[in-house]
């Protein structure tokens, strides 16, 4: 196995990449950003790790906003293991307090020692196939959802204009999942900070906007981030505007649609199994790692977790180990990454 140290590198972001590891998009959402560099003994590299530096409430949190890339050829899961560790290093000689959960986006194949871990996953659909094809994955019940919708005249389009209502149907389905959103600004800078490599797509229906979605991209993957719908919104309007994604992206040349984030094994009957048949039905593959969090300086960890536990009960890696640990078909000590943090 090779070792693998991480160091500082120059951003070098090109198409090919994910959006989310672009130099704009970083300066965006982090006080301080870049990218840390995997180096073989021989000073090979071998991967590259983006990652931002969120102050706040006098913490200096890292934040992934997307996971791990190999470069050349390739990196092991061990190998990628032994690189994280030398990055909790680094950024323990920069002052960071904590890692704290990357974004949906980021499925992480392996974490470091120390880390509190969940499993966690997307459904990917890959956009080289034929539209034939891509249409012939999407389960009947979606067809029959989509085909609806269009004989209905549900609309779809791009709107980029559209901002501050896509913002506020985010906002309000967020709400229904009793999750926290970002303020108004901090999604304006976010959207402005992906530039021309964002979509936010609206259905409409008699003059109505039933729902959006706003979907980060680059030659590399399309990311379903965000989507809201308005309450009752008209049948198939939501099925029918990821099939218009799903073809809008294919034409440009992107090479997959992720539909950023899943539970593994929700638990039956929850809105969390919902979303994710809902998601699977639309004939992706579904690509399984982790979301972990990592206490660089313990007190500031606590501290971390306090707020997240009185703001909203938790970040999504507490929710998840308390929902692995209530179920009673998982043995306690099989479980990845539920040591102490």
């Known amino acids: 196995m090779r070792m693998i140290r991480a160091s500082l590198v120059p951003i070098e972001w090109h198409d090919g990449l994910s959006v989310y590891a672009s130099e704009s998009f970083l300066r965006a959402v982090g006080d301080q950003y870049g990218w840390l560099g995997g180096f073989e003994e021989s000073g090979s590299q071998c991967c590259v790790l983006p990652f931002t530096v969120v102050r706040k409430a006098g913490l200096r949190m890292v934040r992934f906003r997307v996971e791990t890339f190999p ?3 390739g990196l092991a899961i061990d190998e990628e293991r032994v690189f994280l560790r030398s990055a909790m290093a680094y950024f323990r000689s920069i002052g960071a307090d904590l890692v704290i959960p990357a974004s949906t986006n980021a499925i992480f194949r392996t974490y470091p ?3 509190a871990a969940v499993p966690y ?8 196939q034929s539209e034939e094809n891509l249409w012939g994955q999407v389960s009947a019940s979606h067809r029959r959802q989509i085909r609806l919708a269009m004989k209905a005249g549900v609309q779809i389009r791009q709107a980029p204009e559209r901002v501050e209502v896509a913002f506020e149907l985010v906002r309000n389905t967020f709400g229904k999942f009793a999750l926290p959103f970002m303020d108004l600004m901090s999604f304006k800078k976010y959207v402005a900070g992906l530039g021309d490599n964002v979509r936010i797509m609206i259905a409409d229906y008699s003059g109505e906007v039933q729902g959006c979605i706003v979907v980060p991209f680059s030659a590399h993957s399309a990311y379903y981030v965000y989507g809201g719908s308005i309450p009752g919104a008209h049948p198939g309007a939501m099925h029918l505007m990821h099939w218009e994604a799903i073809r809008l992206f294919r034409g440009l040349g992107t090479k997959l649609y992720d539909f950023v984030g899943v539970r593994i094994n929700p638990e039956r009957g929850s809105k969390q199994e919902g979303l994710m048949m809902f998601k699977e039905r639309f004939g ?9 969090k990592y206490p660089i300086h313990p007190i500031a960890y606590r501290l971390y977790a306090l707020a997240a536990r009185l703001r909203s009960g938790g970040d999504i890696v507490d ?11 998982v043995r306690r000590e099989g479980l990845p990454g539920c040591g102490k943090g």
């Open 284 to 292: 992706g593959r579904l690509v399984e790692g982790f979301l972990w």
């Open 121 to 128: 996953g997307t459904y990917i659909v890959d956009l080289s």
């Open 319 to 329: 929710n998840e180990l308390k929902k692995l640990a209530r179920s009673v078909d």
């Open 71 to 73: 470069l050349g050829s």
């Open 113 to 115: 020692e120390g880390a």
